[in-house]
């Protein structure tokens, strides 16, 4: 062993230490720049669950569904065909993206 190890080992030692110190840092940074988006990533979770139960559900949404159609039959039947027709531009949205990846 040469007489310089012991001062590379030091050397070592510090920068690791600076690098654990800034890594403190940065990760303080990232958890109050991430506080700002939190709201959202709440309510996103809360879709995500309404999503959970609607499709784990579906008879009471068919139930639902049934209810408002006896109830307003002319709003439900414009909803319906409102609704029809975003199903309808979705898949041709789909069918024109996934024709344009092809392409590529």
């Known amino acids: 062993m040469s007489a310089n190890e012991p001062g590379r080992a030091e050397q070592l030692a510090r920068r690791r230490a600076l690098l654990v110190q800034r890594s403190g840092q940065l990760r303080g940074q990232v958890v109050e720049q991430l506080q700002v988006v939190e709201p959202v990533w709440m309510w996103a979770d809360r879709l995500q669950d309404a999503w959970r139960w609607l499709r784990a559900n ?5 139930g639902a569904a049934l209810t408002v159609a006896v109830w307003r039959p002319r709003r439900s039947l414009g909803l319906a ?24």
Do not use: E
């Open 58 to 62: 579906p008879l009471a949404v068919a």
């Open 81 to 104: 065909l409102k609704a029809w027709s975003a199903w309808r531009m979705l898949q041709r949205a789909r069918s024109l993206g996934s024709a344009a990846s092809r392409l590529l």
